[in-house]
């Protein structure tokens, strides 16, 4: 049989224990810069309580960052498309001006920006082909001044 003696000498044991537990654990927490036991349950009893809230945060942070990622690339492309067209029309200028058609300074100012804005962007993206107007690049900038200086606009 079991002696009710016994009984409360384990039950003193474990509380005392447990009394025994909680002090040393709170002296560590406050102690110690790099253990925090209380701090650690703490954490541990939040993501238990939060699991649903944060797999649905991890789920919709994932689709952010996909939406965020496709947005980038479509900005690019953009930028792309915008330095191909700022392209075409310095090539279209240079062969205007090769053809001996006048230009007006509003027109080689629109043409200078678009300069601006494609050497810009194949400093930015070397892979990018930027070859093809180098020469026409400098005819027009050669143009412009010259024009300037002489006050040679249309």
Not at 19 to 31: A, D, E, P
Not at 51 to 78: A, G, P, V, Y
Not at 94 to 119: A, C, L, P, Q
């Amino acid at each position: 049989m079991v002696d009710v003696k016994s009984i409360l000498d384990v039950q003193s044991i474990v509380w005392i224990g447990g009394v025994i537990t909680v002090v040393l654990t709170t002296i560590i927490q406050n102690l110690s810069k790099k253990y925090k036991p209380w701090t650690w349950l703490a954490q541990q009893f939040g993501k238990a309580i939060n699991k649903e809230t944060l797999d649905k945060l991890n789920e919709m942070e994932k689709k952010i960052n996909k939406i965020e990622e496709r947005d980038l690339s479509q900005d690019e492309q953009l930028q792309e498309e915008k330095a191909k067209a700022a392209r075409r029309r310095i090539l279209r200028c240079s062969d205007e001006i090769r053809s001996g058609i006048k230009h007006s300074e509003e027109f080689f100012n629109d043409v200078m920006d678009d300069i601006t804005f494609y050497k810009q962007y194949c400093r930015e993206h070397p892979k990018f082909e930027n070859e093809r107007a180098v020469m026409a690049i400098r005819l027009i900038e050669q143009t412009y001044e010259k024009c300037h200086r002489n006050n040679n606009f249309l």
